[in-house]
Nanobody
């Protein structure tokens, strides 16, 4: 599976962005897909995930009520709508997949940079 993210950019605090992750290849092997982020000098952290069927969205406490994850099923595309952005949301955002055969996330995209200015 190949993953390509887009949609990052520079936004002021309180603003919004929508990230996109396009999946291709053996997408039938995907059990779930999620968004993760990594700020400079920090570990990668979980943001949100959704089953490949487009059900059961889940969010990290830090983004609940502000971010929405969704799937465009026919086009194998994942979205992350981010509202009320805060400077602490600044990071490289990547999508990752959890294959049906594993209980962890594996394949990652190259990421897209989100910078929120105060």
């Amino acid at each position: 599976v190949q993953l390509v993210e887009s949609g990052g950019g520079l936004v002021q605090a309180g603003g919004s962005l929508r990230l996109t992750c396009a999946a291709s290849g053996r997408t039938y092997t995907i059990y779930a897909i999620g968004w993760f982020r990594q700020a400079p000098g920090k570990e990668r952290e979980y943001v949100a995930s959704i089953a490949w069927k487009g059900i059961n969205p889940d969010y990290a406490d830090s983004v609940k009520g502000r971010f929405t994850i969704s799937r465009d099923l026919p086009n194998d595309t994942l979205y992350l709508q981010m509202n009320d952005l805060k400077p602490e949301d600044s990071a490289v955002y990547s999508c990752g997949i959890r294959p049906s055969s594993l209980n962890r996330y594996t394949t990652w995209g190259q990421g897209t940079l989100v910078t929120v200015s105060s």
